[in-house]
């Protein structure tokens, strides 16, 4: 039996060379693959989430693997409905979320792995959502990178993209590329399984719940299609020209500073220059050029267009349009919109983009302007009204009162992750200075929620806390906490601040940075592969116990820990391998709101 890795190299090849993909459903039958998927999937939080079942990753093994291979074999494996609920957005409305069970969580994650091993090498360059080696700041330096000379942009957003994309289109469109009928029905059985909200069973007629493993994927394989309309309808169609024409009134000024440099006249030929600095060089309406852009990240996408506003209005409705009729979706009216470069900032991807207009500023190997028409990324007011606002009241920065029963350590390591996690976003802008705000109304934050942990005041906490950072560019202030381990380790820091304010244009975080995986299994497919107890050395029915973290192991106002909670806390692990009879001995001693799962049966129907 081929591993993992070779039939994702080989499935990976195919779609490289657009090759027609066959009889992908027997893959569903390696173990390999649900072990790679299983590596994958149990470091999450929401594996210890259940379903509409108390199914979780807790109680893991081999067998549940083996009865879901079965089950596909015969192909009488069943989805199961998906538990929905709703999360609150940004704008004050509500996101839906899916939560599948644990043994459809793993299935789609397998099914996942062979998609984007085929569609990867296939999708366009301009996508940068749910791939690995892309992101959002990927999709802000192709924008800043190659956009120049944009004259207007067209914001565009899918109006409840992922609840709406349609069964019958999303069969079609993998039918193209996937000749394997069983493969196809077993994803349409996916579609059509319902969901429970309030415990109440509803069809799901159309979209993917968010939250499902194989969601994300699908949308990319959809919206593909959009991908292609534009680069081989609106990009050829808008594209023209190889550059502007020189401006007459700018060749004009030239050509007379150049006549007074010649005759003597030093000052006037001076004023006349900068008198054409004040304008363009290129024809503005050259009729003759014209420049469309595109990027998109997952169902927000943006247009840069460089020409009159009456074709950016037509190229809008061209693209609503085939949206509408070829993969019936709809725009969002209020988040589709058409911006002014020069005037107005669009917003994308949480940044604003404007158009950069500096006359002072030159090239130094070239002696002319350089940042006119070059697109800037900006951090939006709001969004650091918004940030300073949770540690905030009537105007003035509060302590942070459900922290302080926290230790001093986990107070300024919690600050640092809010305060780091915002800044490594926005380092592209070049306005990125304006998060010092920010940091002001943390810091006096933390420091007020120290003094009232300690009962002092602030002036004595950043007596004690306060250090100095050295940076590349100087040195900051900061507040720092140490937490010692013994004397044979290093203590541990915790530091508040220390991260320099400066633009870094080409800093990026992905979102799903690439992951390499080769022949050799992970230390937990190894220990559960050997099928062996690690409490009391039996070799029957062996299963994973898992936690959501290891402070879970610590058990107040108990003197002896038991032996599973010393294994776990001794190996830095939130697994461990148990036999059943040790497991069901573990839930028994260690109280839980949900009682996971430790069936070792697949799903029969």
């Known amino acids: 039996m081929r591993n993992a890795a070779t039939i994702l190299d080989i499935i990976r090849e195919r779609g490289r060379r657009q090759l027609p993909l066959e009889d992908i459903y027997r893959q569903l039958y390696n173990r390999d693959l649900y072990l790679r998927a299983y590596s994958r999937l149990y470091r999450n939080h929401g594996a210890m989430t259940p379903g509409v079942t108390k199914e979780t990753v807790d109680g893991m093994t081999l067998t549940k693997i083996d009865a879901i291979i079965t089950a596909l074999r015969e192909e009488r494996y069943r989805w199961t409905p998906v538990r929905r609920t709703q999360i609150p957005k940004k704008s004050g409305k509500l996101r839906t979320l ?46 800043t990178r190659h956009w120049r000379g944009v004259k207007w942009y067209v914001e565009g957003d899918i109006s409840r993209c992922f609840d709406s ?114 304008m363009p060089s290129r024809d503005p309406h050259d009729p003759h050029f014209r420049r469309l852009w595109y990027c998109r990240y997952a169902d927000d996408w943006l247009l840069g267009f460089s020409g009159p506003r009456e074709e950016a209005v037509q190229i809008k409705a061209q693209l609503g349009a085939f949206l509408r009729e070829q993969l019936k979706l709809e725009l969002s009216p209020e988040k589709t919109l058409i911006t002014h470069a020069r005037t107005k900032a669009a917003r994308f991807l949480g940044y604003e983009i404007v158009n950069q207009d500096a006359d002072d500023k030159h090239c130094r190997k070239v002696n002319r302007r350089c940042i006119n028409g070059a697109p800037g990324l900006k951090v939006p007011v709001d969004v650091i009204r918004t940030k300073c606002a949770k540690y905030m009241k009537r105007g003035k920065p509060i302590q942070r009162a459900e922290r302080l029963r926290d230790t001093d350590f986990t107070i300024v390591a919690q600050y640092q992750a809010e305060y780091r996690g915002v800044v490594q976003y926005y380092l592209r802008a070049f ?175």
């Not at 039918?175 to 509803?202: I, M, V």
């Not at 194989?214 to 050829?236: A, C, H, K, M, W």
């Not at 500073?257 to 030929?269: I, L, Q, S, T, V």
């Not at 299963?543 to 192991?553: K, M, N, P, S």
């Open 98 to 143: 899916g939560l599948p069970t644990w043994s459809d969580k793993l299935l789609q994650e397998v099914i996942r792995s062979l998609l984007e091993a085929y569609y990867e090498p296939q999708f366009s360059q301009h996508s940068h959502g749910f791939r690995a080696g892309r992101g959002c700041h990927s999709a802000l330096e192709e924008i």
């Open 165 to 278: 994309l349609d069964h019958e289109v999303t069969v079609s469109i993998l039918r193209e590329h996937l000749h394997d009928n069983r493969f196809l029905r077993l994803l349409s059985h996916l579609f059509k399984a319902g969901y429970l909200e309030d415990w109440q069973y509803h069809e799901s007629l159309s979209g993917v719940p968010q939250g499902s493993v194989v969601g994300p994927i699908l949308s990319n394989i959809y919206l593909d299609r959009l991908d292609q309309f534009v680069e081989t309808v609106l990009l050829p169609a808008n594209n023209r020209g190889d550059h502007r024409k020189p401006y007459p009134p700018y060749m004009a000024l030239l050509n007379a500073a150049r006549r007074k440099r010649m005759a003597g006249e030093h000052e006037a030929a001076r004023k006349l220059r900068q008198q054409a600095q004040q």
């Open 431 to 605: 306005n990125v200075h304006r998060l010092w705000k920010l940091h002001r109304v943390m810091k006096l934050s933390l420091a007020k929620t120290l003094a009232d942990k300690h009962r002092s005041s602030v002036r004595q906490v950043m007596r004690k806390y306060q250090t100095v950072v050295a940076t590349p560019h100087g040195s900051l202030k900061a507040l720092e906490v140490s937490q010692p381990r013994g004397a044979e380790k290093q203590p541990l820091v915790a530091r508040f601040g220390g991260i320099e304010l400066r633009r870094q244009k080409h800093t990026v975080i992905n979102d799903r940075p690439p992951q390499v995986y080769n022949s050799l299994r992970s230390e937990l497919i190894q220990r559960l592969l050997a099928e062996q107890c690690e409490l009391c050395g039996s070799e029957l029915n062996c299963e994973v116990h898992h936690i959501r973290r290891l402070a879970d192991l610590k058990q107040p106002g108990r003197k002896e820990k038991p032996l599973w909670v010393k294994r776990m806390a001794m190996r830095q692990r939130k697994t461990l391998v148990v036999c059943q009879m040790c497991h069901a001995e573990i839930h028994r001693e260690r109280p839980s709101r949900h009682k996971s799962t430790t069936q070792t049966t697949g799903k029969p129907t």
